[in-house]
């Protein structure tokens, strides 16, 4: 599986951006897909996780209401961002996981859709955005 991000920039504060990741690759509809942040100095964070075909993906606080998530034509992917913020500064990463995580809930274990990085099987390159004036 390859992936490849594109759409970063320079951008201003409050302004939008929309980043894309083109897959390819055997891919199977159970695989997932997220995306992911690293600001300079800091760990890989989490910004949204889903399965990588249907249903509604799980978004980080941090980007609740200004990100948005959507799936495009020939395996692509894309992230729309919106009110952009200097500490959204960093480099952005799509990422693909073949696995759910497995908790314990309600008395049994069940199946969720992983969102820590740890969980990913495949990553690209990434892309850089900047929020500044």
């Known amino acids: 599986v390859q992936l490849v991000e594109s759409g970063g920039d320079l951008v201003q504060p409050g302004g939008s951006l929309r980043l894309s990741c083109a897959v390819s690759?055997?891919?199977?509809?159970?695989?997932?897909i997220g995306w992911f942040r690293q600001a300079p100095g800091e760990e890989r964070k989490g910004i949204l996780c889903s399965h990588l075909r249907t249903g509604s993906p799980v978004y980080g606080e941090s980007v609740k209401g200004r990100f948005t998530f959507s799936r495009g034509s020939e395996n692509t992917v894309n992230l729309q961002m919106n009110s952009l913020r200097p500490n959204d500064t960093a480099v952005y990463y799509c990422?693909?996981?073949?696995?759910?995580?497995?908790?314990?809930?309600?008395?049994?274990?069940?199946?969720?859709?992983?969102?820590?990085?740890?969980?990913?099987?495949?990553w690209g390159q990434g892309t850089l955005v900047t929020v500044s004036a």
């Open positions: 990422a693909i996981a073949e696995r759910p995580v497995w908790t314990f809930s309600g008395g049994r274990y069940v199946t969720q859709v992983p969102c820590d990085a740890s969980a990913y099987d495949y």
């Open positions: 690759g055997s891919t199977w509809d159970h695989y997932f």
